[in-house]
Nanobody
Framework: QVQLVESGGGLVQPGASLRLSCVAS????????MSWARQAPGKGLEWVSV????????SYADSVKGRFTISRDNTKNTLYLQMNSLKPEDTAVYYC?????RGQGTQVTVSS
């Protein structure tokens, strides 16, 4: 079955960096566009970034543009989100997703 397993979250101070990973299985990862989304406490799901199957086309929400970078390694069935210059408002559970499903999420907390 389709599985998406995120990791790499944690508690960091404002201005710090984190790299999230998402290992995919159960579908043809290298042919599938992938996304990151997040959900902050008490708020709805927010789309963060998307990458096409080959990795050559990406897009970002305005709130993270210039700070976050999405990438993928199709040889490892892994999706990444490099997050720099983190802000308290980036605090959320981060999910990777394909068009049909998403993972269980990884918590990112940005606080001093």
């Amino acid at each position: 079955q389709v599985q998406l397993v995120e990791s790499g979250g944690g508690l960091v101070q404002p201005g710090a960096s984190l790299r999230l990973s998402c290992v995919a299985s159960g579908f043809d990862f290298s042919s599938t566009g992938m996304s990151w989304a997040r959900q902050a406490p008490g708020k709805g799901l927010e789309w963060v970034s998307v990458i096409n199957s080959g990795g050559g086309t990406t897009s970002y929400a305005d709130s993270v543009k210039g700070r976050f970078t999405i990438s993928r390694d199709n040889t490892k069935n892994t999706l990444y989100l490099q997050m720099n210059s983190l802000k308290p408002e980036d605090t959320a559970v981060y999910y990777c997703a394909n068009a049909q499903t998403r993972g269980q999420g990884t918590q990112v907390t940005v606080s001093s």
